[in-house]
Protein backbone atom coordinates (compact mmCIF):
# COMPACT_ATOMS: atom_id res chain seq x y z
CA UNK A 1 0.00 0.00 0.00
CA UNK A 2 0.93 3.84 -0.38
CA UNK A 3 0.79 6.23 2.37
CA UNK A 4 1.24 3.75 4.85
CA UNK A 5 -1.81 1.95 4.07
CA UNK A 6 -2.57 -1.88 3.44
CA UNK A 7 0.47 -2.55 6.10
CA UNK A 8 4.52 -2.96 5.71
CA UNK A 9 4.39 0.71 6.46
CA UNK A 10 7.69 2.55 8.11
CA UNK A 11 6.29 3.04 11.57
CA UNK A 12 8.67 6.28 11.59
CA UNK A 13 7.42 7.96 8.44
CA UNK A 14 3.74 6.75 8.97
CA UNK A 15 3.21 7.62 12.64
CA UNK A 16 -0.58 6.41 12.11
CA UNK A 17 -0.18 3.34 9.47
CA UNK A 18 -3.28 2.02 8.04
CA UNK A 19 -3.32 -1.35 8.55
CA UNK A 20 -7.06 -2.56 7.11
CA UNK A 21 -9.45 -1.85 4.38
CA UNK A 22 -12.28 -2.86 2.93
CA UNK A 23 -12.33 -4.33 -1.07
CA UNK A 24 -15.85 -3.53 -2.44
CA UNK A 25 -16.57 -5.67 -5.71
CA UNK A 26 -19.31 -4.07 -7.73
CA UNK A 27 -20.01 -7.77 -8.94
CA UNK A 28 -21.28 -8.61 -5.60
CA UNK A 29 -23.41 -6.14 -5.14
CA UNK A 30 -21.29 -5.79 -1.81
CA UNK A 31 -22.05 -2.31 0.44
CA UNK A 32 -22.72 -1.24 3.98
CA UNK A 33 -25.83 0.63 5.41
CA UNK A 34 -27.18 2.31 8.52
CA UNK A 35 -29.92 3.71 9.70
CA UNK A 36 -29.84 6.17 12.66
CA UNK A 37 -32.48 6.27 15.70
CA UNK A 38 -32.64 9.40 15.51
CA UNK A 39 -31.54 12.94 13.76
CA UNK A 40 -27.93 14.57 13.91
CA UNK A 41 -26.80 18.19 12.88
CA UNK A 42 -28.58 18.49 9.44
CA UNK A 43 -26.52 21.69 8.95
CA UNK A 44 -22.73 21.04 9.97
CA UNK A 45 -20.60 17.99 9.41
CA UNK A 46 -17.78 16.79 7.99
CA UNK A 47 -17.00 13.83 6.10
CA UNK A 48 -13.25 12.32 5.41
CA UNK A 49 -12.32 8.63 3.33
CA UNK A 50 -9.35 6.94 2.29
CA UNK A 51 -10.31 5.49 -1.08
CA UNK A 52 -8.51 3.47 -4.12
CA UNK A 53 -10.43 3.29 -7.10
CA UNK A 54 -11.00 0.31 -9.25
CA UNK A 55 -13.20 0.71 -12.87
CA UNK A 56 -15.40 3.82 -13.22
CA UNK A 57 -18.32 1.59 -14.52
CA UNK A 58 -21.13 2.76 -12.34
CA UNK A 59 -19.26 5.78 -10.54
CA UNK A 60 -17.90 5.24 -6.87
CA UNK A 61 -20.22 6.10 -4.32
CA UNK A 62 -18.40 6.79 -0.87
CA UNK A 63 -21.35 7.79 1.26
CA UNK A 64 -24.82 7.85 0.47
CA UNK A 65 -28.72 9.44 1.69
CA UNK A 66 -31.92 8.76 1.45
CA UNK A 67 -35.24 10.05 3.05
CA UNK A 68 -37.77 9.28 0.56
CA UNK A 69 -38.54 8.02 -3.31
CA UNK A 70 -36.32 10.65 -5.44
CA UNK A 71 -34.74 12.59 -2.18
CA UNK A 72 -31.50 11.34 -2.42
CA UNK A 73 -27.74 12.67 -1.32
CA UNK A 74 -24.47 11.25 -2.27
CA UNK A 75 -20.86 11.72 -2.09
CA UNK A 76 -19.12 9.72 -4.92
CA UNK A 77 -16.26 9.62 -7.83
CA UNK A 78 -18.01 10.02 -10.80
CA UNK A 79 -17.85 8.09 -13.89
CA UNK A 80 -15.62 10.25 -15.65
CA UNK A 81 -13.49 10.79 -12.07
CA UNK A 82 -14.73 14.12 -10.84
CA UNK A 83 -15.78 14.30 -6.73
CA UNK A 84 -19.35 14.58 -7.37
CA UNK A 85 -21.13 15.68 -4.35
CA UNK A 86 -25.40 16.77 -4.72
CA UNK A 87 -28.69 16.62 -3.06
CA UNK A 88 -31.53 15.84 -5.21
CA UNK A 89 -35.40 16.53 -3.68
CA UNK A 90 -37.30 15.24 -6.13
CA UNK A 91 -38.04 18.28 -8.20
CA UNK A 92 -34.47 19.75 -8.36
CA UNK A 93 -31.01 19.73 -6.65
CA UNK A 94 -30.59 21.34 -3.79
CA UNK A 95 -26.90 21.46 -4.24
CA UNK A 96 -24.11 20.05 -7.07
CA UNK A 97 -20.34 20.44 -6.66
CA UNK A 98 -18.14 18.56 -9.07
CA UNK A 99 -14.71 18.95 -9.62
CA UNK A 100 -12.86 19.62 -12.70
CA UNK A 101 -10.58 17.72 -11.86
CA UNK A 102 -10.27 14.55 -12.56
CA UNK A 103 -8.95 11.31 -10.17
CA UNK A 104 -7.16 8.78 -12.97
CA UNK A 105 -4.67 6.85 -10.80
CA UNK A 106 -6.11 3.51 -10.19
CA UNK A 107 -2.80 2.90 -8.12
CA UNK A 108 -3.13 5.54 -6.13
CA UNK A 109 -5.07 5.95 -2.43
CA UNK A 110 -6.99 9.19 -2.79
CA UNK A 111 -8.10 11.04 0.36
CA UNK A 112 -11.29 12.95 0.25
CA UNK A 113 -12.84 15.33 2.77
CA UNK A 114 -15.95 17.19 2.71
CA UNK A 115 -17.16 19.02 5.06
CA UNK A 116 -21.01 21.24 4.61
CA UNK A 117 -22.24 24.41 6.82
CA UNK A 118 -25.56 25.26 5.43
CA UNK A 119 -25.08 27.87 7.90
CA UNK A 120 -22.17 29.87 6.38
CA UNK A 121 -22.57 33.24 5.69
CA UNK A 122 -20.64 32.94 2.69
CA UNK A 123 -22.24 30.25 -0.41
CA UNK A 124 -18.99 29.34 -1.46
CA UNK A 125 -18.19 28.08 1.90
CA UNK A 126 -20.95 26.09 2.61
CA UNK A 127 -19.53 22.83 0.92
CA UNK A 128 -15.46 22.45 0.93
CA UNK A 129 -14.17 19.91 -1.07
CA UNK A 130 -10.61 18.66 -0.64
CA UNK A 131 -8.23 16.19 -1.92
CA UNK A 132 -5.07 14.81 -0.23
CA UNK A 133 -5.36 18.11 1.83
CA UNK A 134 -5.79 20.81 -0.71
CA UNK A 135 -8.91 22.54 -0.92
CA UNK A 136 -10.49 22.03 -4.76
CA UNK A 137 -12.09 25.68 -5.83
CA UNK A 138 -12.17 24.93 -9.80
CA UNK A 139 -16.00 22.88 -9.92
CA UNK A 140 -16.97 21.86 -13.51
CA UNK A 141 -20.82 22.35 -12.15
CA UNK A 142 -20.81 24.45 -8.71
CA UNK A 143 -24.18 25.12 -7.35
CA UNK A 144 -24.16 25.63 -3.31
CA UNK A 145 -27.10 25.34 -0.92
CA UNK A 146 -29.11 28.03 -0.26
CA UNK A 147 -28.82 29.52 3.44
CA UNK A 148 -29.69 26.81 6.57
CA UNK A 149 -30.60 23.61 3.42
CA UNK A 150 -30.60 20.83 5.79
CA UNK A 151 -28.98 17.82 4.27
CA UNK A 152 -29.78 14.54 4.75
CA UNK A 153 -27.00 13.50 5.69
CA UNK A 154 -27.44 12.54 9.94
CA UNK A 155 -31.15 12.64 9.39
CA UNK A 156 -33.11 9.26 10.64
CA UNK A 157 -33.07 7.73 7.28
CA UNK A 158 -30.95 5.19 5.31
CA UNK A 159 -27.36 5.77 4.83
CA UNK A 160 -25.00 4.09 2.50
CA UNK A 161 -21.06 3.30 1.98
CA UNK A 162 -20.19 1.50 -1.46
CA UNK A 163 -23.56 2.06 -3.37
CA UNK A 164 -26.30 4.84 -4.44
CA UNK A 165 -29.21 4.47 -2.39
CA UNK A 166 -32.69 6.11 -3.02
CA UNK A 167 -36.29 5.53 -1.54
CA UNK A 168 -35.31 5.46 2.18
CA UNK A 169 -32.98 2.52 1.62
CA UNK A 170 -35.16 0.28 -0.59
CA UNK A 171 -33.79 0.80 -3.96
CA UNK A 172 -29.55 0.26 -3.84
CA UNK A 173 -28.16 0.30 -6.58
CA UNK A 174 -24.38 1.39 -8.75
CA UNK A 175 -22.36 -0.48 -6.50
CA UNK A 176 -18.86 0.59 -5.85
CA UNK A 177 -15.65 -0.70 -7.25
CA UNK A 178 -12.57 -0.60 -5.48
CA UNK A 179 -10.89 0.08 -1.43
CA UNK A 180 -11.67 2.38 1.20
CA UNK A 181 -10.15 2.89 4.43
CA UNK A 182 -10.45 4.99 7.30
CA UNK A 183 -13.81 5.90 7.06
CA UNK A 184 -14.92 9.25 9.29
CA UNK A 185 -18.53 11.15 9.85
CA UNK A 186 -18.03 13.70 11.99
CA UNK A 187 -21.53 15.01 13.05
CA UNK A 188 -21.81 18.80 14.17
CA UNK A 189 -18.80 20.16 13.04
CA UNK A 190 -16.41 21.47 9.61
CA UNK A 191 -13.51 20.39 9.50
CA UNK A 192 -10.33 21.04 7.19
CA UNK A 193 -8.12 17.80 6.06
CA UNK A 194 -5.73 18.64 9.17
CA UNK A 195 -8.36 16.55 11.73
CA UNK A 196 -7.75 13.83 9.52
CA UNK A 197 -3.71 13.92 7.80
CA UNK A 198 -0.79 15.87 7.57
CA UNK A 199 2.06 16.48 5.38
CA UNK A 200 5.31 14.98 5.46
CA UNK A 201 8.32 15.11 3.46
CA UNK A 202 5.93 16.51 0.50
CA UNK A 203 3.54 13.45 1.24
CA UNK A 204 -0.35 13.62 2.59
CA UNK A 205 -0.36 10.72 4.85
CA UNK A 206 -3.24 9.95 7.68
CA UNK A 207 -3.60 10.82 11.10
CA UNK A 208 -5.62 9.74 13.68
CA UNK A 209 -8.59 11.64 14.35
CA UNK A 210 -9.14 12.66 18.18
CA UNK A 211 -11.95 14.95 18.33
CA UNK A 212 -15.94 14.50 19.15
CA UNK A 213 -18.10 12.56 16.76
CA UNK A 214 -21.40 14.12 17.55
CA UNK A 215 -24.51 11.95 17.72
CA UNK A 216 -24.70 10.28 14.53
CA UNK A 217 -20.86 10.29 14.16
CA UNK A 218 -18.54 6.86 13.32
CA UNK A 219 -15.47 5.54 12.69
CA UNK A 220 -14.84 2.54 10.83
CA UNK A 221 -11.16 1.20 10.48
CA UNK A 222 -12.41 -2.30 8.87
CA UNK A 223 -10.30 -4.16 11.57
CA UNK A 224 -12.56 -6.77 12.47
CA UNK A 225 -13.20 -8.66 8.70
CA UNK A 226 -16.33 -10.63 10.75
CA UNK A 227 -18.00 -7.57 11.45
CA UNK A 228 -16.52 -4.89 8.68
CA UNK A 229 -19.56 -2.56 9.82
CA UNK A 230 -18.35 -1.80 13.46
CA UNK A 231 -17.97 2.02 14.89
CA UNK A 232 -15.08 2.28 16.52
CA UNK A 233 -15.42 5.99 17.43
CA UNK A 234 -16.98 5.21 20.69
CA UNK A 235 -20.73 6.10 19.54
CA UNK A 236 -21.11 2.51 18.35
CA UNK A 237 -23.10 3.59 15.36
CA UNK A 238 -22.29 0.05 13.11
CA UNK A 239 -23.00 -0.26 10.01
CA UNK A 240 -24.90 -3.85 8.54
CA UNK A 241 -22.39 -5.42 5.93
CA UNK A 242 -23.92 -6.84 3.03
CA UNK A 243 -22.09 -9.12 0.81
CA UNK A 244 -18.95 -8.13 2.26
CA UNK A 245 -16.43 -10.92 3.42
Not at 27 to 32: E, K, P
Not at 111 to 119: E, L, R
Not at 216 to 231: E, H, R, V
Amino acid sequence: GILGIGGGGDTEFYPYALDQSVRFNDNDSAYLTRTPSSDGNLDNWTFSAWTKLANADNGRYLLGASIATGKWFHIAVNTSGQIDVRQFNNTSYDFRKISSAVLRDVSAWYHIVISYDSTNGTAEDRIKVYLNGERITSFGTNENPSSGVDSYVNQNHAHTIGAFVNNNGSSISNYYDGYLSEVNLVDGETLDPTSFGETKAGIWIPKDYTGSYGTNGFKLAFQDSAALGDDTSGNGNDFTATNLA
